[in-house]
């Protein structure tokens, strides 16, 4: 039935002739009215469980669209253009076609049906509900009932519970997969890594993204429906398609002609890929989804958490694929905890960085007027109803709604007050914005390989020391730039110094 609230009543579902139709009084579905009050049960996991479900839909959708686009541009996947195999733009339509249809099944409009009966001494004991329904209360009530999208705020797990989660499931997991690395393909560690590696993927790969993710939602003083939260988060899961076809499909056909193979493992054609290809291509591709969701952005602060979200959208996608390849790499428990820690503390918030750069930019660019054109609510259906949720806990005890304030967390605001005089300006024109998410994310990509690159013949230990060293100045300077910019985008710009 949905939500409820109002007076008390019964609902009966079929009215089996125990009761007369003429004693029935029939109630026409009516528009919601202003600040309706809705009680819920709270789900904090639930986004995470429907979140889960939706990635794996598209990280097949994303490797399918590559077979597709490979089918038109590059049919033997040789980096050069053709020839055109209709095989596999054929057989990939086939396989992408029920994934679209589950896609858009899982993402369909969630509905809120409220019913309210109010006493009143010309009201009957008997209401007739559209659908079938019918509602009988102890006394004579008037009833009301309403059909209205789903505004419940969103709800995420608190950070430490999901960062919790991340170690010690990462490490029970290397330390399940260890005896296959170690005494090679017996019964015994081959059943044992067979029973952990579907835990130990999504623990690896989607962990910290929620952790990230509820780090932002709780504490940045951003207000949001679930609905539109986890438009978001699939938003930057989708734009990862047109980013894998530029990596994999267009930039090999682009700079082969140039004696440039993209394939080859520590050649330039492969730099061209990770440094210019992956940046211009993924940011683009992550701009674009922030764009749609425009009509989400209400200040730079709410660009930014669009943007950021978008980010670890394409980061949980993106993450998936890394630490799916570690499993399966030789050396599975150090590749498996390796893959897992750095990009949980590195790419991960780096894609969110970088994005938000993008989303702040576009924030301001909104502030400043510009509105693109979006799609409006029906008398019934209406996207915009102003409801008051009171969500309750399963003792029926209501929860807090400190989290779903327009003001940042007390925590945050003292973290970001100790670095406000050092903070650093913002973007705020989108190709600025766009040019320092492409910058960075170049040079965390390029610099890594580059220096793969000049340590490939080197197999001291020192040249293993070396990389490890500059991860460590990587993760560093990234973290430094997310305390400089964090005071700008939650606290507003830095106030004039007064002479």
Not at 244 to 255: E, G, M, R
Not at 411 to 433: A, D, E, F, K, N
Not at 468 to 494: D, H, N, S
Request: aromatic share 10%; net charge positive; charged share 10%.
């Amino acid at each position: 039935m949905g939500e409820l609230s109002g007076y008390y009543f019964h609902k009966v579902t079929a009215m089996q002739g125990v009761l007369q139709p003429s004693t029935v009084n029939q109630i026409p579905l009516t528009p919601p009215p202003e600040r309706l009050t809705v009680w819920r049960a709270s789900t904090p996991w639930q986004t995470v469980r429907s979140m889960l479900v939706l990635v794996m839909v598209c990280f097949f959708m994303a490797q399918i669209a590559v077979f597709i686009a490979a089918g038109f541009i590059d049919g033997d996947l040789n980096g050069t253009p053709g020839p055109f195999e209709p095989a596999y733009t054929f057989v990939g339509a086939l396989c992408l076609s029920p994934l679209l249809m589950l896609f858009f099944w899982l993402r369909r409009p969630s509905l809120t049906h409220t019913v309210h009966a109010y006493p009143h001494a010309n009201g009957v004991q008997l209401h007739a509900l559209s659908g079938g329904s019918v509602v009988r209360s102890p006394v004579p009530t008037v009833v009301q009932h309403h059909l209205f999208r789903s505004t419940a705020p969103l709800e995420m797990p608190r950070p430490k519970h999901l960062w919790w989660l991340f170690i010690l499931g990462v490490g029970l997991s290397t330390v399940c997969l260890a005896p296959l690395m170690l005494y090679g393909p017996t019964v015994g560690a081959v059943l044992l890594a067979v029973l952990v590696v579907l835990p130990a993927w999504l623990i690896g790969f989607a962990t910290p993204v929620f952790a990230w993710w509820s780090i932002t939602s709780r504490h940045m003083g951003i207000n949001i429906s679930r609905r539109d939260a986890e438009w978001i988060l699939a938003a930057g899961m989708l734009s990862t398609v047109p980013a894998i076809i530029i990596n994999s499909v267009i930039t090999p056909v682009l700079i082969t002609p140039l004696g440039l193979d993209a394939m080859a493992t520590g050649t330039l054609g492969e730099g061209v890929v990770l440094f210019l290809s992956a940046p211009i291509g993924e940011e683009l591709s992550k701009a674009l989804a922030v764009l749609a969701l425009s009509h989400l952005i209400l200040t730079p602060k709410h660009g930014f958490y669009v943007g950021s979200t978008v980010g670890l959208g394409f980061a949980l996608l993106e993450n998936a694929q890394y630490v799916f390849m570690a499993l399966l790499g030789e050396y599975s428990s150090i590749s498996y905890l390796f893959t897992a820690v750095l990009r949980g503390i590195s790419s991960i918030p780096g894609h969110a960085m970088w994005t938000g750069m993008t989303g702040y930019a576009i924030g301001c660019w909104m502030a400043r007027g510009q509105r693109l054109p979006t799609l409006s609510g029906t008398a019934y259906l209406s996207e915009d109803t102003q409801a008051n949720w009171v969500l309750y806990d399963k003792r029926g005890v209501p929860v807090s709604t400190s989290s779903w304030t327009t003001v940042p967390s007390d925590r945050m605001v003292r973290l970001l007050q100790r670095h406000r005089q050092r903070s650093w300006p913002m973007p705020t024109t989108l190709p600025v914005g766009l040019l320092l998410a492409m910058v960075g994310h170049g040079l965390w990509n390029g610099s890594s390989w580059g220096l793969g690159v000049l340590l490939a013949d080197n197999e001291s230990l020192l040249a293993v020391f070396i990389q490890l060293g500059w991860l460590v100045v990587m993760i560093a300077l990234l973290w430094l730039c997310i305390l400089r910019c964090l005071p700008t985008i939650v606290l507003g710009p830095k106030p004039p110094q007064t002479p």
